[in-house]
């Protein structure tokens, strides 16, 4: 027990040990090489894999009911006391049978092609929820990757206007030691400059936060810092968007689901027909012995042999109370409640594509006015400094100006980030975001 607790204590520290070492590392990423490593480490996808191959080993399984069955048995038996046969004892003692069988089914009332159709959609269907699901994890590390992108610029653009703060401060400092402003000037800077500071640690842990989540996204341990190069997202105005949704997986879903539902149709159909196969076999029995009492005494023969069989099988269902049509008209319902599902989802996927549209377009304008945005407050700032330098405005219009300007490079990389997200989110509702 001793052991077992130093043990683990050593284990312990070793992972402290490599924690502490993970704790160095350091990622440089970019876009592409985030949506790469999220598909090489999303679980989801490998789950989605593992369903491929599985659908592949179904159609296997299905296709091998058109093949032949070859079995094999064996049997002992030991029965005590003998049998009585008209004054004869027949006697089991240790009989033994072994034996093959062949069986070929000719006929089966198409359930079993409709069984390889059902399994050969189901691969289908396997593949289509691959490409959704690799879509889904490129999306998140999308989404991800500009939010880690959004914050991180947020914080530096803090950075930058502390400073401008700092600087504004020590002037007022060195003013006030001159008698040219008053003590309540400084003390609204310093409220200023709390307040800044106060959305700057927001901003650092924001953008912890959404290092973590890209952490995760990526695979890489949590105490990774990571450094995107994309600094800058390239906003370019939008191409020709069609309103097409064909290319959903989703989609395709759903119409194999209407496929899927009519291959049910046939099977149910198929308890209603007949049915007719073919089987060969080959038993072998021996240690089977026939006692007869003879006026010389008791003779005694064994029989050991075998036996060939070729057999034809029909089977036609005749009476069962309609269970057979009730089955089949259920599956026909059934195709059409696909179908009906399939048109709803269908006219949804298409106005969440419209709305992507509209999201990407508005999300350009966005950029565009809040680039605008950006230079006229540059300007504003530029010219109200230079007129509280010469004493032609207030401190009150420099800080508005400040403020101004700070929440115009906010607005900036926000909608900037944003349109990228929209930008993913449009190829997604089309299905062509690969």
């Avoid at 004054?87 to 069986?103: D, N, V």
Wanted: hydrophobic residues 40%.
């Amino acid at each position: 027990m001793k052991r077992i607790m130093r043990a683990a204590a050593l284990a312990a520290v070793a992972g402290c040990w490599g924690v502490a070492a993970v704790a160095q590392e350091r990622l440089s990423v970019s876009a592409a090489d985030c949506r790469q490593m999220a598909l090489a480490h999303s679980e989801d996808l490998r789950r989605a894999d593992n369903a491929v191959r599985q659908a592949e080993l179904d159609k296997a399984v299905a296709f091998a009911a058109y093949l032949p069955q070859l079995d094999a048995m064996a049997t002992a038996t030991y029965m005590y006391p003998d049998l009585d046969m008209m004054g004869m004892e027949l006697q089991m003692r240790g009989m033994y049978m072994a034996g093959i069988s062949l069986t070929q089914p000719l006929y089966a009332g198409g359930q079993i092609k409709a069984g390889n159709e059902l399994a050969a959609i189901g691969r289908d269907c396997a593949e289509e929820n691959r490409k959704k699901t690799r879509m889904d994890v490129l999306a998140d590390a999308d989404r991800a990757y500009w939010n880690f992108i959004a914050v991180g610029r947020k914080v530096r653009m803090l950075d930058a206007y502390k400073r401008q703060m700092d600087t504004l401060y020590a002037q007022m400092e060195a003013s006030l030691a001159a008698e040219m402003v008053t003590e309540n000037d400084l003390l609204r800077i310093s409220a200023k400059r709390s307040e800044i500071d106060y959305q700057w640690q927001r901003a650092r842990n924001g953008a912890d936060l959404c290092r973590l989540a890209l952490c995760n996204v990526l695979g890489c341990p949590l105490e990774t810092e990571i450094e995107a190069t994309d600094t800058v997202p390239d906003v370019e105005p939008p191409l020709q968007m069609v309103e097409s949704t064909a290319m959903r997986p989703e989609l395709r879903l759903l119409q194999k689901q209407v496929e899927a539902k009519e291959q049910q149709v046939k099977m149910a159909r198929a308890d209603v027909l007949p049915k007719l196969g073919l089987s060969a076999g080959y038993m072998y029995y021996g240690n089977v012995k026939l006692e007869m009492p003879t006026e010389q005494g008791a003779f005694t023969q064994s029989f050991d042999d075998g036996i060939s069989l070729v057999m034809a099988s029909l089977s036609v269902p005749v009476f069962h109370w309609g269970q057979g049509l009730k089955k089949v008209k259920k599956a026909r319902l059934d195709v059409e409640n696909a179908k009906l599902d399939m048109q709803k989802n269908a006219r949804l996927m298409s106005i969440e594509v419209r709305q992507a549209i509209q999201n990407v377009t508005d999300g350009y304008r966005l950029v565009e006015t809040a680039r605008l945005g950006c230079r006229q407050a540059d300007e504003s700032l530029r010219v109200t400094r230079d007129r509280y330098r010469n004493a032609m405005c207030s401190l009150t219009d420099l800080l508005d100006a400040q403020s101004q300007w700070q929440q115009a490079q906010s607005n900036l990389i926000e909608a900037q980030a944003q349109y990228k997200i929209y930008e993913t989110e449009y190829l997604k509702a089309t299905g062509t975001l690969e």
